[in-house]
């Protein structure tokens, strides 16, 4: 029978930054106990209250491809590829001809998604604002976009900086807005070629209703798979957001309405570039030129939105029992804002919510009650959690280290735990590839799942301890210089750290200079390490620590079923 009550107050910090961050940090456990939990959690709920120092905000600013915005980067990493391309098909080059001709600038296109996967690691191990760390990864699998799909490979950096990371604790409604707009989820779900048919734009690719986006949009985002809509409903959303997509070729089209901003000095160099020497987007995006009625087409949006009249269906339409007016863009607005509002979608969030943060199986009066104060505050996600924060349920003994760790969750918790400096981060994202949960790599618009069934079998377990180990005895090289990648996204040359057999070994990289370099990390204190982590072991893994040779002590707290926990 589990254990009822409040969790003891010696394991109450422990619990906060399990659930609310990625685990404890050395000395983590000493600065929220002597702050107090409830004002620790105060904090993360409240991101802008914590400072943040200045080495870590040059480190983030060393990735210059998250300041750019969605036009800026097609045009520097997709465009030299697609006219190399063409060079040498122009040329009559065999395929494998056109594959060494394009390799460089694929190896070059690359960069963006190394630099969007070692940001988002690096913010999540080192960063102090830990609630909004989690809150950027939990948004984005609920709204998950593949990386590996076409143009996804440079949006999707920019998809998670843009479309995601500052609206985290907002309001629901300003969050789904700005994914519905961004390239990346109107590219990954189709819904740039989403045309009523017999429309002066119907032409080509760009030639009937696709659903993609409108069942996704309803199924997974916002009402849920049981949320009370129909096939017609899905059709008619469809009807509604046909004409929102990318902008057409030509240096022409814009839109965006009143969601335009100034672009910075980047974008506004990158769209003269564009303009003056560049034609179609792409073969994706071959198709009519866009009617723009009377007047000079407006200038192009560098967030990559792009809204056109000649695809939509002026019509009216039912949906969801609300009858929407013909009204062009605002349509799609308007269907947004009865989403947001749904009883359905309060529910859905709320569920999902505490699934994450709480138990496999949430409670169903705290559901209830996140969702009711999801509606009584217009879908304002910071006082969501801050229900569920201040319940009883969170704080229940019976929820303590029940929730099984996510391979993302588990390979942060370790680098975090142990403290280690961290330079090249490849070891750490490829042992999640290992785990099956590859950072921006699940296919499927539904993301990673975040139950225990889905991640606790026998092969997994074999990596995690071979990681273990490897971190724990200071074999990974985590302190190696960056090195560069093949053309197919791989090292130049390097076996991978991690196994599948659960084997390990320490690797040398090429870091770019004339002989490959291993620097060798010190081994985590394994002193340290319990000392960071509290009371969270049982006295049996207490005990078989104890008694191990002192350079299996870390390797043992990193592997223990304990540690699979948080």
Not at 132 to 160: P, R, Y
Not at 277 to 305: K, T, V
Not at 506 to 511: E, G, I, K, R
Not at 558 to 563: I, N, V
Request: aromatic letters at 10%; proline letters at 8%; glycine letters at 10%.
């Amino acid at each position: 029978m589990l254990e009822t009550g409040e969790i003891l107050k010696e394991k109450r910090a422990l619990h906060a930054l399990n659930r609310l961050g990625f685990g404890p940090r050395p000395g983590d456990l000493e600065h929220v106990s002597s702050i107090g939990v409830d004002a620790w959690v105060q904090q993360q709920l409240h991101p802008e209250s914590i400072a943040i120092p200045a080495n870590f905000v040059d480190q983030v600013h060393s990735w210059p491809t998250l300041r750019m915005s969605p036009i800026a980067l097609f045009i520097e990493y997709q465009r030299p590829l697609m006219q190399a391309r063409r060079r040498a098909k122009q040329s009559g080059d065999s395929k494998q001809a056109i594959q060494d001709a394009t390799k460089d600038e694929r190896i070059h296109q690359r960069d963006v998604m190394r630099e969007a996967v070692e940001a988002r690691l690096y913010r999540a191990i080192f960063g102090p604002r830990q609630l909004q760390e989690v809150m950027t990864a939990f948004w984005f699998n609920h709204f998950n976009v593949f990386a590996g799909k076409g143009l996804d490979l440079i949006w999707t950096g920019s998809f998670e900086e843009v479309a995601i990371r500052p609206h985290t604790l907002g309001k629901f409604r300003t969050l789904l807005g700005a994914t519905a707009h961004h390239p990346a989820m109107l590219f990954y779900l189709d819904n740039w070629q989403n045309t009523a048919p017999g429309s002066p734009g119907a032409k080509g690719k760009f030639d009937g209703i696709n659903e993609n986006y409108a069942r996704e949009l309803m199924e997974l985002h916002t009402l849920g798979v049981n949320g009370g809509y129909t096939q017609q409903d899905v059709i008619a959303l469809a009807h509604i957001l046909t004409g929102w997509g990318l902008p057409p070729g030509g240096g022409g089209g814009g839109g965006g309405g009143g969601r335009r901003q100034q672009p910075n000095p980047m974008d506004r160099m990158a769209m003269a570039q564009f303009r003056r020497m560049f034609g179609p987007l792409g073969a994706f995006m071959h198709g009519p030129e866009p009617y723009m009625g009377e007047g000079a087409r407006p200038p192009i949006d560098p967030s990559g939105f792009y809204f056109d009249p000649s695809r939509h269906d002026q019509s009216s339409k039912t949906f969801l029992g609300h009858e929407i007016a013909g009204g062009g863009e605002a349509e799609g607005e308007h269907a947004l804002d009865i989403l947001a509002r749904s009883p359905q979608t309060a529910k859905h969030l709320s569920f999902q919510l505490a699934q994450y943060f709480l138990a496999d199986a949430p409670p169903a009066p705290l559901v209830q009650r996140m969702a009711s104060r999801y509606l009584a505050t217009d879908g304002d996600i910071r006082t969501v959690l801050e229900t569920m924060f201040t319940s009883g349920e969170f704080w229940d003994r019976r929820y303590y280290a029940k929730k099984f760790k996510t391979p993302y969750e588990y390979v942060i918790s370790c680098a975090r735990a142990t403290g280690v400096p961290v330079r090249n981060f490849r070891p750490l994202y490829g042992t999640m590839q290992l785990l099956g949960m590859p950072l921006y790599g699940c296919q499927t618009p539904n993301g990673y799942d975040m139950t225990e069934e889905a991640w606790l079998n026998p092969d997994a377990m074999m990596t995690r301890l071979s990681f273990a180990t490897a971190l724990g005895t200071g074999n990974l090289p985590l302190l190696n210089p960056p090195f560069e990648e093949n053309a197919e996204g791989g090292p130049r040359p390097a076996p991978p750290v991690v196994t599948k057999t659960g084997r390990y070994k320490p690797v040398s990289f090429n870091s770019g200079f004339d002989k490959p370099q291993n620097i060798k990390m010190d081994p985590p204190d394994p002193s340290a390490l319990a000392a960071a982590l509290g009371s969270y072991f049982s006295g049996a893994t207490a005990s078989a620590v104890e008694a191990a040779p002192t350079q299996l002590r870390a390797p043992l707290v990193l592997g223990s079923p304990e540690f699979m926990m948080r």
